[in-house]
């Protein structure tokens, strides 16, 4: 069976997003809750656009409508041994 | 959107949604209004842990409660919560915390808790990864019961059942204003249209304090901004979540992996403000590398900010007000919503749909700030 992988980090497929909108999950910080899309390293930088691209398809909701996730930072993974390594300055 | 309903619920986090669910089986027509999406406030943003370790013995209790619902809440609600019991280890720093310590785990197991005090060298059993000396510990207290869930699926779950038996559950739909006839809730008014009710639940998180506002009571409620950070996933090493209250810190391997953890921000006082800062990134990376060294090789993918809603003694409250009719709080929860969710939701079904109170819901009243001794929960993180 084909499958079409929107969000590589989290193995997800298009038909899981298709699946999730019809069940209601219509905004795109629902779906990334729902299913895990942009959670992983990447961030969402492959998957948000995708997904927005279906959700347009199936809610007829134009791309430039949708609003993205919140950005959360630092965007790239950091080692947490690098953000520790300068002492916190008052 | 229904134009009438039996209650209006403000707010669609865990707290409105679990009580959606509980009032539609009891038969009660029940509508929610959520000016976002469902979690998309403070139970999205949450740190996903179910404690039972307190200082008061109502939180004690509502969460003891609450922990045998989580335990069957997967069951009943026909979809996977993922609720799982790691534990939580609390780290004990010094003699004066020991000291509290033991009291609280003396009143945890007269209410039938399992907690145990440990030795320094026997916290590593628990959680392999830990370095007792760099975390400045001389003991811990551990609660195998305690645990965790997924916020966004529990809410999710919650939303769905309380659909199925009826609720109306309406995401982006600010309400806006309260109508009341004397001193009785009559209706919700929201940008979509006005909803006649007798009873509304005031669920709204840190807006609960500004939907109180719109019928002139004032709610004791602090926003606190929170930060909390994901890293990337690794196999699983420890299944505990580990607290300080000294430090502040918390942390926990999620089920996919990944660490998710929190501790205050370095001279951060109340607000709304939403910006990640780089001084919590700093702080947490080098309270998290002192108690697990192994770590400093893992990635941190976000960072992310939410709110407890702060009330002067870190609790809830709950219940009906006494000033006005059918106008009911479940807010104030001071960063402990998600845990205690199933026995908010109990407890306020009962007074909803049976006009049955209890001591709990009594002492967590807004009229107790109106008293000079309020007991202050101590037992507080993040």
Not at chain 2, 54 to 75: C, D, G, P
Not at chain 2, 83 to 100: C, N, P, S, T, W
Not at chain 2, 218 to 230: D, H, N, Q, W, Y
Not at chain 2, 343 to 372: C, G, P, Q, W, Y
Request: aromatic share 6%.
């Amino acid at each position: 069976m084909k499958r079409s992988i929107v969000c590589r980090c989290e193995d997800i497929s298009e038909e899981d997003v298709i699946h999730a909108i019809g069940d209601g999950y219509t905004d795109i910080e629902e779906l990334r809750k729902k299913l895990r899309i942009g959670m992983g390293p990447c961030q969402g930088r492959v998957c948000i656009q995708l997904v927005a691209r279906i959700l347009e398809r199936k809610t007829g909701k134009k791309v430039a409508k949708i609003p993205l996730p919140t950005v959360r930072p630092p965007l790239i993974p950091v080692p947490l041994g690098t953000l520790a390594s300068e002492k916190y300055e008052k | 959107m229904k134009s009438n309903a039996d209650v209006v619920i403000i707010g669609g986090g865990i707290n409105g949604c679990s009580l959606a669910y509980r009032l539609a089986k009891k038969g009660v027509d029940v509508v929610v209004v959520e000016k976002n999406y469902l979690s998309s406030g403070a139970t999205g943003a949450c740190g996903a842990g179910i404690r039972q370790q307190w200082s008061t013995k109502e939180n004690t209790l509502l969460a003891i409660r609450s922990v045998k619902i989580f335990e069957q809440l997967s069951k009943e609600l026909g979809h996977d919560i993922e609720f799982r019991q790691g534990g939580y280890l609390i780290a004990v720093h010094d003699e004066k915390e020991m000291k509290q310590a033991k009291k609280n785990v003396a009143m945890q197991r007269s209410l039938g808790l399992k907690v145990d005090i440990l030795k320094p060298e026997e916290i590593t059993d628990i959680v392999p990864i830990l370095d007792v000396e760099g975390m400045r510990a001389i003991g811990a207290t551990f609660c195998p019961t305690d645990g965790h869930a997924n916020p966004f699926q529990t809410t999710f779950a919650y939303a769905d059942a309380a659909r199925r038996l009826g609720a109306e559950i309406n995401t982006h739909t600010m309400a806006t204003g309260l109508q009341l006839i004397k001193k009785t809730i009559s209706a919700v008014v929201t940008d979509q249209g006005t909803i006649n009710t007798n009873i509304v639940v005031n669920a709204a998180g840190i807006d609960s304090k500004a939907i109180a506002d719109m019928v002139h009571i004032k709610l004791p409620l602090t926003p606190f901004r929170k930060e909390i950070m994901a890293t990337e996933r690794f196999k699983p090493l420890f299944e505990a979540m580990v607290i300080s209250f000294k430090d502040g810190i918390y942390f926990s391997q999620q089920r996919e992996g990944q660490i998710v953890g929190g501790i205050p921000i370095p001279e951060e006082t109340g607000g709304y403000k939403t910006m990640p800062t780089f001084a919590f990134l700093q702080h947490m990376a080098q309270t998290l590398t002192r108690y697990a060294p192994i770590l400093k090789h893992v990635n941190m993918l976000r960072h992310w900010t939410g709110f407890y809603d702060v009330t002067p003694d870190a609790r809830p409250i709950l219940g009906e007000v006494k000033e006005l009719h059918g106008f009911i709080q479940c807010n104030g929860f001071s960063g402990h919503g998600f845990m205690i969710s199933p026995m908010v939701s109990s407890l306020l079904t009962d007074l909803i749909a049976n006009h049955k109170t209890s001591e709990v819901l009594d002492s967590l009243a807004l009229e107790r700030f109106k008293r000079k001794n309020i007991e202050k929960e101590l037992s507080v993180v993040g």
